[in-house]
Structures are given as C-alpha cells and as structure tokens.
C-alpha cells in the first residue's frame, strides 16, 4: 500500500525528521559553491533546504513535498528570502516545463518511494535539469539487510543504470559523517545531466 505521508506527519510517526540538515551536505558546502536555482524534492521540514539556501552560493532554493503538513512544518521556521516552500508531487512534475533548475539536491524522497517509481523518479529529475546541471544526492544503501521500506534502500548498481544514460557521474563518496545508526549505509553522489 502507498504511504501516507500527510498521516505520518499528523501522528509524529517521521523517524527522517532529525531537525537538522544532513551532516554530508552541510561537509559538501564547506567545499563547494551552488548557485542558482535549485530544487529540493521531498524537503520535508526544509532543513536541507534551508541549509542550502544559506550557503556561500546564495542560491534561489524551492523545497516541494508531498504532505502539506510538511511545507506548513516548513514554513513555520525562520526561512531566508531566496527560500521557498511549495506542496506539489515532484514525480508528476514532468508535465511542467523542462529544464528550469541548475541543481536538484536529493536526500530522502528516493528511498521514500516505492522502488517500481524509480523510473518516474529518474525521468523527473532529469527533466528539472538544465543541460550541464547538476544532480547532487546522498542515496541509502542496501547493504544486503532485508528489513521492509520506507527507506527503501538501493545498491549501487542499481543507481548506475537508473542515472547513466542521462547523467554523468563526476564523483561519488561516503560521506564522512552521518546521522546516527545511518555510518556506512549512505553514498554521495554528484551528477551532470548530459
């Protein structure tokens, strides 16, 4: 069965909600800069995306979820100006225009997902890219455990032949730190749509 996610939020069952940003994005943004437009699927309560948005890059950062008790959650935080929080479903976002953001950060909405929409997944961030954009996202591992999603995790093969063909791999690292109990099960990857 889907999950609902607006009911997660309602009854507090969000064991993702750490109330803070992820540990290997804030270590890419002491090294790097992202500018831009950039678009962060599945944000939640927008610590990620608040993260970035407060950047060196002063990037215009829009944060979509799914539930509208999670953009209200994110909305009710101090948020800077170039930061927005719209409702929306980032898998049915291919009936927009294409080609409108510089960067797509993912962190949890892959492992969220049903596996079978991964396609969907794949083909919209695709779609949201600018050619030459980039494709950042920290994927949670499936290193052989059997236990039932969400989180869905993923090998890495599977990353390979769901972002290859539009995507070239720039680098990919396990992140020095990470949420507890999450050491060893997450992958950063950086991509460039072709």
Known sequence: MP????????SGDMPWEKGIHCPGLEDFLAES??????LVPGCGYGHDARALANSSGHPEVVGVDLAHAAIAGARSFPNPPNLTFVQG?????????????DWVWEHT??????PHERT???EAVAHALKPGGHFLA????????TEPGPPFGVPKQELDTRFGPAFELLREWVPAR?????????LLRLHRKR
């Not at 800069?33 to 950039?38: E, N």
């Not at 479903?89 to 953001?101: E, K, N, Q, R």
């Not at 990470?178 to 997450?186: K, Q």
Request: with cysteine; aromatic share 16%.
């Open 33 to 38: 800069v992202v500018s831009g437009r950039v």
């Open 138 to 145: 920290i994927f949670y591992l499936d290193p052989g455990h």
């Open 120 to 122: 969907r997944y794949a």
């Open 89 to 101: 479903d980032f898998l049915a976002s291919t009936d927009g225009p294409a080609g409108s953001w």
């Open 3 to 10: 999950t609902d996610w607006q009911q997660r939020y309602e």
């Open 178 to 186: 990470a949420y507890p109990g999450r050491e060893g099960r997450e």
């Open 109 to 114: 909405l892959f492992c969220a997902i049903d």
